[in-house]
């Protein structure tokens, strides 16, 4: 019947180190987190590498887009060689692209990462924040330096 007991007790024994290991990292998790965090609210950079990075993503579709709108416009959606002008052929090779595809994978062409927004949202905020801060700093300093 001890036996049993004392295995009870080192099976809680190495329980307790295994939650105790967990709970280091969750710690070092929430410093790092914290860190992050504290740095994105301080500094401007941070905030900008979320934008920066959505645009290196979406750099290609982004001119891909340009381009067709700017086709579209040019030849009013439809290309009629009686009516309009003769395509260049770096045009006519992006009209051909935008005809074999279908509109549901057009406008499906940008990436977005579900948290992405929240990011964006977050990320402007700060960067407002900041620009807030380094502007009333500025004023401050204007006031001295006048009064």
């Known amino acids: 019947m001890g036996s049993i007991i004392e295995d009870q007790m080192i099976s809680c024994l190495s329980d307790m180190e295994?939650?105790?290991?967990?709970?280091?990292?969750?710690?070092?998790?929430?410093?790092?987190?914290?860190?992050?965090?504290?740095?994105?609210?301080?500094?401007?950079?941070p905030n900008i590498?979320?934008?920066?990075?959505?645009?290196?993503?979406?750099k290609q579709?982004?001119?891909?887009?340009?381009?067709?709108?700017?086709?579209?416009r040019k030849y009013n959606g439809?290309?009629?060689?009686?009516?309009?002008?003769?395509?260049?052929?770096?045009?006519?090779?992006?009209?051909n692209k935008i005809k074999n595809e279908c509109p549901a994978k057009r406008n499906r062409r940008l990436s977005y990462d579900?948290?992405?927004?929240k990011d964006f949202i977050e990320a402007n905020y700060n960067i407002f924040n900041l620009q807030e801060k380094r502007i009333h700093e500025l004023e401050t300093r204007l006031e001295n330096l006048e009064g």
């Open 114 to 117: 579900p948290n992405f927004m």
């Open 18 to 45: 295994r939650l105790k290991e967990q709970m280091m990292d969750l710690q070092k998790t929430k410093i790092k987190e914290d860190m992050e965090r504290e740095n994105k609210v301080k500094k401007i950079e």
């Open 61 to 72: 579709p982004l001119e891909e887009e340009r381009i067709y709108n700017e086709i579209n």
């Open 78 to 95: 439809h290309y009629n060689p009686e009516i309009g002008t003769v395509p260049s052929d770096a045009e006519q090779v992006i009209i």
């Open 49 to 58: 590498a979320v934008l920066n990075d959505w645009l290196k993503n979406n």
